[in-house]
């Protein structure tokens, strides 16, 4: 079954892999140990994954949190939720990926991310990059991809079919950030119409990735639904704290509507919803990992995702690359994110 | 079109109906002016409505809470969202009852309800009563049957076929209740394993009513669980509030599980929900009425109920019946429901 190209490939693995990690959670202060530039064994695979050689990743807000809250440990912590990169090995149940194939995938939490120079992921988390993006744009991709996939078709209940929810209206509190901007583009592409709310600044990057309706954060986003003749509206993601939403969310959203977030929030007025007998669902890209529930899924979706880029329906959100993978330019990206108020991802590109 | 028959029906109706009803918002303490026995006009058909002659009626919490929250009203505010009698008249668009029909219904908070001899109901509300039942075991089942049957089939998203959720399995907080007793009848028909509490007194009930397990609501609900090997759910319905059963909930629910209420409450801890991304609904049985959407589906819903009770696989929680139906049968029905702990229906029935 081993050809000779697959030979080639596992005779020149080396026996170490570059990482970067850390052992304890941490500020941005520069005064306390962060991140470190670390030489690692090779991880060894599991009957179904993929050893990937990452050649660029992205840099998530659940990176920044996970640093920030990471528990002291012996064995260093390696972040990272979104990788692309060449597969060099495979586990012996792995049957539909080659050695040599791209591949982008967000992961799990629940092993070493994709800040390591070779990383094991269990291959159903996994897809082929797309064909016509280099590996920094599809970097950008899979969990924003994933996220925004799920909370749309899995949780608000949209149909994953072009022109699909023709007719039907999602509002988007926070269009512009990562998920946002995937959210919108699958959301106009289904069919649905999409309202979403920013700061005016961002108002032309929230119409290049799928919106119809720009909405003013800073002012009553119901007011400027009316001032178009909306009065409801059939799905609400609210990718922001829900908190100072949700009462908006209340009187926006139809009978029988959802309403879904993903922003760690410890209790919500949900009593508000059950005149019009309306739902709350979490989005949360990493239950299928973390339960080892419907896995493949994910694997699936990301497949989806680059058929719709490689057909033109979806664009990366890619913004800014930074060239090198290691700690000084991690630490870089995460002060970045934790500024807030980016839009677009941002990526570490090349040599680690 | 009009037959001789309906011919006689339409002359022989009176000018007036007896009713019971009332002007503002009472405690059942005596000092206060309560339910008063009314005369008052036929009520004016609409297109689709049907004109039913009430034979027998239930009481539910939802009547108890109206009647003390009832605002200052010139008109009398009329209860009652059970209803067993005959079509007497129909509005010129109903197609599918026929006069001297016998039916059954909940109907709408936004109309005068059943305690009245003679009603208006919208036609898309109503089925045929079950052909096995008297009038006085249908009354019982129509409130908390649409509740039950949303709850389990429009909310926790279970398929409604017998023995369509083979393998699932259901918990009940609450099960002896109205809608506990239906859900758990219906739950048990769609195939669900159902696990259900009550204080032990109301053990058999339950076993009566379609629950499979038995939990003592005073002990712990996960250790009773735990003690027959379940360690986690496909849904949970918390009929009752829900807030000391929440984090019960989150830890026992399965992961993109869906934990539904009824019982009004402001806020609950949701964030317990995100690691598993979970859901929380809410059912309310007004809504489809309240806002004029999929309204006959409550005509479909109640149509199935019917077939289920006549081919034996439910059966109807009637558990007293108070004869007459006027202003003293009603005040104490009220009495014994806001006594609480009620197992079964109470059911005013005969003359008014």
Known sequence: MTTLFEEVFVMTLPTTTKA?????????KGDQPGFQDLVLPMPVLKAQDLLVQVQAVSVNPVDTKQRQTQVKTTKPRILGFDGVGQVVAKGEAVA?????DMVYYAGTTKRPGSNMAYQAIDSRLVAEKPTTLDVNASAALPLTSLTAWELLFEKLGFTPAPGANQGQKILVVNGAGGVGSMLMQLAKWSGLRVYATASNQNFDWLMQYGADVTLDYHQNIAEQLRAVDIVNVDGIAILYNPTNYFQMAADLIKPF???ASLVDVQTLPIGLLKPKSASFDWEFMFTKSDY??????????LQQVAQLVDQGVLKSTLREVIPGINAQTLTQAHRQIEGGHTKGKIVLSGEF
């Open 20 to 28: 970067i990690g850390f052992y304890e959670g941490f500020e941005l």
């Open 292 to 301: 080892n529930v419907n896995m493949a899924s994910q694997g699936r979706i």
């Open 96 to 100: 539909d990926f080659a050695l040599g």
């Open 257 to 259: 509507g959802h309403i």
